[in-house]
């Protein structure tokens, strides 16, 4: 009798004390909580600049495979294009410097996860604003205006997007605007994915699929690139690139859009439109 209530005594303390511990640990919990999650509230204007400012760096996803706009020069290892100009401009406006300047490759499927994550600050990345990236992401003001388009092997049958129908192997990359779009306008052709441009681009050329589609500005990166290969018929989309910024950062966004009103107002905008795209911007 008396162990038996010795016994029921014990049990009774461990369950308390189980209880009294996992109590404390809930509130240890929701204490680390409150405090990590601060940095995660609409961060009061100033910080965001000031926390890049303190880091003395800018860090910046582009993209690295992609000629005219973010391209690795394999000779000096230099990432080169309209886009890192751009980077380039947004630092030397935020930090004095342009060299105070990391860049991280992205692709069109790694940029918003990376961006999520705080791996970069901004992505300068060939990036088409839509109201579906709206809900994950801030936007700058249009910085680019870009079109969808296809490239093909010169001398093929296709001319233009009505000639996309069915069996019409079209090669596209992930989480690219250019894959919905296509799926939309031509619905009947098999698209083909791929992680990024250059092995898009690799297919193309070995044959994997009769076109390549995305912006003209990129495909003509890759006409630039091998002559055998052309643009065909009108854009069939509007483009508009905007640089992304993760949500809440208003001050980040405010500083860039300020950037490139300065840029244009200089006729800076003009020059790296020149340089890489050749001709000066449309308006
Ligand atoms: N501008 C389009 C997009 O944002 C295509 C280019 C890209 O994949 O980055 O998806």
Same mark, same amino acid.
């Given at each position: 009798?008396?162990?038996?209530?010795?016994?029921? *005594?014990?049990?009774?303390?461990?369950?308390?004390?189980?209880?009294?511990?996992?109590?404390?640990?809930?509130?240890k919990e929701n204490s680390?909580? !409150?405090?990590?999650?601060?940095?995660?509230?609409?961060? +009061?204007?100033?910080?965001?600049?000031?926390?890049?400012?303190?880091?003395?760096?800018?860090?910046? #996803?582009?993209? %690295?495979?992609?000629?005219?706009?973010?391209?690795?020069?394999?000779?000096?290892?230099?990432?080169? #294009?309209?886009?890192?100009?751009?980077?380039?401009?947004?630092?030397?406006?935020?930090?004095?410097?342009?060299?105070?300047?990391? =860049?991280?490759?992205?692709?069109?499927?790694?940029?918003?996860?990376?961006?999520?994550?705080?791996?970069?600050?901004?992505?300068?990345?060939?990036?088409?604003?839509?109201?579906?990236?709206?809900?994950?992401?801030?936007?700058?003001?249009? %910085?680019?205006?870009?079109?969808?388009? =296809? =490239?093909?092997?010169?001398?093929?049958? $296709?001319?233009?997007?009505?000639?996309?129908?069915?069996?019409?192997?079209?090669?596209?990359?992930?989480?690219? !605007?250019?894959?919905?779009?296509?799926?939309?306008?031509?619905?009947?052709?098999?698209?083909?994915?791929?992680?990024?441009?250059?092995?898009?681009?690799?297919?193309?050329?070995?044959?994997?699929?009769?076109?390549?589609t995305t912006d003209n500005? $990129?495909? %003509?990166?890759?006409?630039?690139?091998?002559?055998?290969?052309?643009?065909? #018929?009108?854009?069939?989309?509007?483009?508009? %690139? *905007?640089? +992304?910024?993760?949500?809440?950062?208003?001050?980040?966004?405010?500083?860039?859009?300020?950037?490139?009103?300065?840029?244009?107002?200089?006729?800076?905008?003009?020059?790296?439109?020149?340089?890489?795209?050749?001709?000066?911007?449309?308006?």
């Amino acid at each position: 009798m008396m162990a038996k209530k010795w016994l029921a *005594g014990s049990l009774m303390l461990i369950v308390m004390s189980v209880f009294v511990l996992a109590g404390c640990g809930g509130e240890k919990e929701n204490s680390a909580n !409150t405090s990590s999650g601060a940095s995660d509230k609409p961060v +009061a204007s100033a910080s965001v600049l000031d926390e890049i400012k303190s880091r003395g760096k800018l860090i910046v #996803g582009v993209k %690295y495979d992609t000629k005219l706009f973010g391209l690795k020069n394999p000779a000096n290892n230099e990432v080169e #294009g309209f886009d890192v100009d751009i980077a380039k401009a947004l630092a030397k406006s935020i930090l004095g410097d342009e060299t105070k300047l990391e =860049l991280k490759e992205v692709t069109s499927k790694t940029r918003i996860p990376m961006l999520d994550n705080n791996e970069i600050d901004l992505i300068v990345a060939t990036m088409t604003i839509t109201e579906e990236r709206k809900e994950q992401v801030d936007f700058s003001d249009v %910085y680019f205006k870009a079109g969808q388009s =296809l =490239l093909v092997k010169k001398g093929s049958a $296709i001319k233009s997007i009505d000639d996309v129908t069915k069996g019409t192997k079209v090669l596209a990359v992930k989480g690219s !605007t250019s894959v919905d779009n296509i799926i939309e306008k031509a619905p009947d052709a098999t698209v083909l994915e791929f992680d990024n441009y250059q092995d898009a681009f690799a297919a193309l050329k070995a044959g994997q699929g009769d076109v390549l589609t995305t912006d003209n500005a $990129i495909l %003509y990166g890759m006409m630039a690139q091998d002559a055998g290969y052309e643009v065909v #018929g009108e854009p069939f989309t509007d483009e508009p %690139y *905007g640089i +992304a910024i993760k949500k809440g950062k208003t001050a980040l966004v405010e500083a860039v859009n300020k950037e490139l009103a300065a840029l244009k107002a200089s006729g800076d905008y003009n020059k790296i439109y020149e340089k890489w795209i050749g001709t000066a911007p449309t308006e």
